[in-house]
Each structure stands twice: as C-alpha cells, then as structure tokens.
C-alpha cells in the first residue's frame, strides 16, 4: 500500500480536507480488512516467541546462522500465484515404489493441489502410474543410517521448493500408505500452523548416548533431541532445513555409525529433530503424521504382511489421538500427549509404514472403503 503521500513543498496548494479524510478511511477500512481477511497460511507474522538465545558468546557462524533462521520464521510465507497452493509429496526410495498404483487413486481427481517428487537412491524406477513418470529428482546413493540420509531429504526438499506454490513438504517412503482421502491430508496439513516433526528427549542408549560433545559449544546434550525422520513441513521450515549449514556440518562429523568410542549415532534421526527443537520449538508438533509400530522392540519397526492388512488394523491406527514416546534407558518412561491440531484433539496419523508390496490388493479394496468412512 503506496498510502503514505510524500510531504509536499509548503508552496504547492493545500490538500484539500476531504480528500485527507478519504484517504484517511480508505487506510482504516484497508487495515480493517486485512486484519479481519488475512491472507490464507499467514498465521503468524509476529513470532515474538523465537526461542532465547543461549548465555555465551555466539561465534560468527551461529550469529549468522540464528539472523537468517530468524528472518526466515518472522517473514510472511511468499504468497503463490494460485489460489490453491499445493503440497509436495516427496518419495525416498531405494527404486521402483510398489505402491504408486494406490497413490494414483489417491490423488485422482485432485490435479494441481499435489506436485511428487522421487529420489531413487539404488536403482531408476519403473513408473506403473503415468502421475510418477518424469517426477525423478537427481539423487544419490543413500548408505542407511548416515548423513547421505540427510543428504537425500534436503536434496528432495531444494527440488520442491523450486515450485513456489508448494507450501506444505511430507516425506514419505516407498513402504508408507495413506490413511486418508486427499481432502483430508490436504486440510490437515495446509490448516494447521505447525510442522509436524517428531522430537523427543531420550536419555537413554537409542538418544543422549549417541550426543558427541564434538559438538560443542553450539549443540549441548540439553538440546539434543531424538525423532522419526518422517516429515512433514510448512515451507519456511524447509527452507529452514536447506539454509542451515553449521548445525548440519556438526551431525554430519559427529553424529555417524561406528564413532571413536565404538559408539553409533544416525544423523537422519538427531539432526532434524534436535535444529528445530532449538531453533522453532513451538511450530513443531513434536510427533510424526506417519505412523510406525516400534511395539515389538526390535531393530526395525514391524512391516506388515498381506494377511496383516485388515479394516480393523486401519481403524485402529486412525483412530490414535495421543502421541506416545518411551525412553530407551532402563526407566522406560512413558510420554503421552494429545494429538492437537490448531489446539483441538484430533486422530495423529495421516500415513502409515512399513507395509510390504504384497499387501497392495487389500489396501486398494480398503483404501476406497476405509478413507471414504473417515471422510471427515
Ligand atoms: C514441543 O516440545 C517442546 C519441548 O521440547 C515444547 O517447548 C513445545 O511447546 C512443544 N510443541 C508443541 C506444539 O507443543
Ligand atoms: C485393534 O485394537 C484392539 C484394541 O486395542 C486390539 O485388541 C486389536 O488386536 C487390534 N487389531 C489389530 C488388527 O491391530
Ligand atoms: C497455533 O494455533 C494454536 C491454536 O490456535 C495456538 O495456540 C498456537 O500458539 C499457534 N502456534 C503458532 C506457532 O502459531
Ligand atoms: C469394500 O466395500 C465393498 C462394497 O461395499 C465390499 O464388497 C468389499 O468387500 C469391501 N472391501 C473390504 C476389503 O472390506
């Protein structure tokens, strides 16, 4: 708004009262406006709440770092040309995805609110769905459990934020399903004011016990955070993730398989986790839309089978609307929340993982089934 009119020479002839008093209005009724119509996905232009920074002196890399965080957080979102932004589903893969066909019919008939994006870190997939034909990104290889992971996401998120009408970022892998109908997850996501990232404080062998003091003295254990790597993010925290470059350098030095003391550390699960608990700790929801069952206490989270596949098992994970965390020390303390969305309780799950190929034909029969009885 070019309201202010530059102050005049005292010569020229005086504005005339009744145009002040309409311009006066105008800037009111304006105000008026924008303050009752924000923009769409403007929630909160004032973050007065940014977390404090630590007591010390800052070296000029974090100085540097929190000013460009901080702008990123306070500025408006960039306002797409459509009025309809899209969320960008990104898929991180070894090769071929074996669900693209239940994908396909769940974005059918949503063109244009949905852009993919596929890193194949083994092999070049073969697209069954002509939605996944042409959405290959340049990828590299992905070692489980290193950095390179976190190499992928950011490669995949520097991708999709090249289409500025992307506002919302869901990683998502070639075993995860959607619980869903588009409408749904589109809502949930461009709704709510927070990124969901899970982060949690696990003092025991699977959390603290991997913080190197390497990573001293911008990253203490205090900080140090644990989280599923799968997430979902507004995009000034994807753009957060791709401007960071100092505290990705300290997990990617520090936080590695087979560290000096014989101890590992996965960086896809501390580094994401651990910047935004201390860079934005309150746009995080601190738990993860995609679901996973770590219930059998094993090394990997149990995959289900074709037989496991049931309408009872869907509705049983859509209906959770508490967040539930255990440290991995001998206390075995249990954290649980509730699932809230713009502060009501809402179920906590819009994906799932991990099912095996085998399971496509149920979850096609159950898909057009089951999202349709929780089309909300
Ligand atoms: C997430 O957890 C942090 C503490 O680690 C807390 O400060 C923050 O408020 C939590 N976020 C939400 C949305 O509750
Ligand atoms: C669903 O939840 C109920 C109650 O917790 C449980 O008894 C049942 O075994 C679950 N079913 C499946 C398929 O997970
Ligand atoms: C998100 O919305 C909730 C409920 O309206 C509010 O309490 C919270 O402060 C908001 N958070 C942010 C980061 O704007
Ligand atoms: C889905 O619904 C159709 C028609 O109501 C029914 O014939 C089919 O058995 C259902 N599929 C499952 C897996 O429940």
Known sequence: MKAVPPTRPRTSPPI?????????GFIFIALGYAYLHPPQHYTSPMRVWLPAEPD???TDEERASRVVFRQILTAPPLMSRRSKPKIAFMFLTPGTLPFEKLWEK??????????IYVHASREKPEHVSPLFIGRDVHSEKVVWGTISMVDAERRLLANALGDIDNQHFVLLSDSCVPLHNFDYIYNYLMGSNLSFIDSFYDPGPHGNFRYSKNMLPEVTEADFRKGSQWFSVKRQHALLTIADSLYYTKFKLYCKPGMEDGRNCYADEHYIPTLFHMMDPNGIANWSVTHVDWSEGKWHPKAYRAKDVSYELLKNITSVDMSYHVTSDSKKVVTENPCLWN???RPCYLFARKFYPESINNLMNLFSNHTRYRNR
């Open 16 to 24: 005339p009262r009744v145009w002040v008093l309409a311009v006066a």
């Open 56 to 58: 010390r002196e800052l």
């Open 106 to 115: 769940f974005f059918e008939g949503h063109e244009g609110k949905y852009t």
């Open 343 to 345: 502060g009501m309780k």
